[in-house]
């Protein structure tokens, strides 16, 4: 792990540890102690959510002008803060050895990162909204149109995100996209790996994983000498990265009624409790 994106992990607050009882639900619909706010990156929390802000309205108007109006708050954020900056020039170097025709990226995060890297290599962007619309912006982003129209049969995306998981988003949503154009996602960029077995997903469907961090004891080991996490924060982690299946099992197992209470309360946290028991993980 490079020392430079460490340090900027903790100075952004891009990595959170939850308090003692109160797990974070991962996209997944799993369950874990800690937390990894990538776009945070971005330069700070208030500065990653009013571009989040810009990014749904973005997507809510006219999305042949999407790529246009988000890029617009990326390049001014990349010519003013000194971490994004930074970021991103060591995504952008290890993208230029990759080979690829075109970039994609998935609503909402993966913007922070990808458009970024398709304009400063000069290469078409494709947005993928959560409704799996797609739209194409041109090299230079000039123009848009329907991806389906931008004759990409045939050719090789490079899918950048924020952060794999599990690859969940990947498998649902964001390969299916690009092979819906007749194109093949042929790699991947991502700020974090969590070491969650995406890596393998990914490879298993053909598709190299790069990224600048994993996600390994050690930085929580760090995160604890500087008293940035606690002892029983530690432990927590500790035991997840062993077993994260036991970790969500002795959880569930000691407060019984989480799931439905999660589900009462709507929203995202009834989306992912309920495909937590769709998929069977309230009884690994």
């Known amino acids: 792990m490079g020392d430079s994106v ?6 952004t607050k891009a990595v959170r540890v939850c308090p003692e009882g109160a797990p974070f ?7 874990g102690p800690f937390y990894i706010n990538t776009h945070f990156l971005y330069g700070s929390q208030q500065e ?30 990349y010519a003013k803060n000194e971490i994004y900056h930074g970021l991103m020039d060591l995504m952008i170097e290890r993208a230029r050895g990759m080979a690829f ?27 993928i909204f959560k409704d799996l619309q797609t739209v194409c912006d041109e090299a230079g982003f ?4 329907p991806a389906s129209q931008a004759g ?11 952060l794999v998981t599990e690859a969940s988003s990947y498998v649902r ?7 819906a154009l007749g194109a093949k996602i042929g790699c991947s960029l991502a700020v974090v790996d969590r070491d969650q077995g995406g890596r393998e997903v990914l490879a298993e469907a053909g598709i190299p994983l790069t990224t600048l961090v994993k996600i ?39 407060h019984p009624t989480f799931l439905q209470e999660q589900i009462a309360l709507g929203g995202k946290a009834k989306e992912r409790a309920e495909r937590c028991i769709e998929k069977g993980f309230d009884r690994l």
Request: with cysteine.
């Open 25 to 31: 639900w991962y996209t997944s619909g799993k369950l």
């Open 6 to 11: 460490l340090t900027w992990l903790f100075e």
């Open 173 to 179: 949503a964001w390969i299916p996209a690009v092979e």
């Open 142 to 145: 000039e123009s848009a149109c």
């Open 216 to 254: 390994e004891p050690s930085l929580f080991e760090t995160a604890r000498a500087l008293g940035v996490v606690t002892d029983e924060q530690l432990a927590m982690v500790r035991s997840f990265m062993q077993d994260p299946n036991g970790f969500m099992h002795a959880f569930l197992s000691a």
């Open 48 to 77: 990653a959510e009013a571009l989040l802000d810009t990014i749904e309205q973005a997507a809510a108007g006219d999305r042949l002008l999407f790529g246009r109006t988000v890029l617009q708050a990326v390049r001014a954020q």
């Open 101 to 127: 025709d075109f970039v994609s990226g998935g609503e909402r995060r993966d913007f922070f990162f990808s458009l970024l890297i398709a304009d400063r290599l000069g290469k078409p962007h494709v947005s």
């Open 152 to 162: 990409l049969a045939g050719k090789r995306a490079l899918h950048v995100a924020d």
